[in-house]
């Protein structure tokens, strides 16, 4: 796994009231799979991360997530309550909203640059036990 990005505090104004380069907070992100806060916004965060490979499976049973393709092509793989598995493909400037408690899998071929937004809090692997691909939340960049 690569190095996180350096990171800070949230900053007093959680990244309102001004302009935020997204592409230029990813450039900022050592490694894949390192979410990092860019603004806050009530109760939910903006997240920025690159990720490249597969994920694993996961759910958040309290919140829906939502995804926006900044650059590159993702695939987000939705298993529904009776194991049926369906895939979502997203391009860049396309979205997808996951509905709380769907078991989904993110996966890119090459590197892809996301938007996550997402209640403060929220555990990036999910609701299950925390591994190694699980993150600090409110780390920001």
Request: net charge negative.
């Amino acid at each position: 796994m690569s190095a996180p990005a350096e990171t800070s505090p949230a900053p007093h104004h959680r990244g309102q009231g001004q302009s935020i380069d997204l592409l230029g907070k990813i450039a900022q992100l050592q490694g894949h799979w390192q979410p990092r806060v860019v603004a806050e916004m009530n109760d939910y965060q903006f997240k920025v991360v690159k990720i490249a490979g597969e994920f694993l499976w996961h759910q958040h049973s309290d919140t829906d997530e939502t995804f926006i393709v900044l650059g590159g092509q993702l695939r987000i793989d939705l298993r529904d309550a009776s194991g049926s598995i369906r895939a979502l493909h997203l391009q860049a400037g396309q979205m997808a909203v996951i509905p709380q408690g769907l078991e989904h899998k993110p996966f890119a071929q090459a590197e892809v640059k996301l938007l996550l937004i997402e209640p403060r809090g929220v555990a990036n692997t999910g609701d299950g036990e925390a591994g190694a691909r699980t993150v600090a939340n409110d780390l920001w960049v």
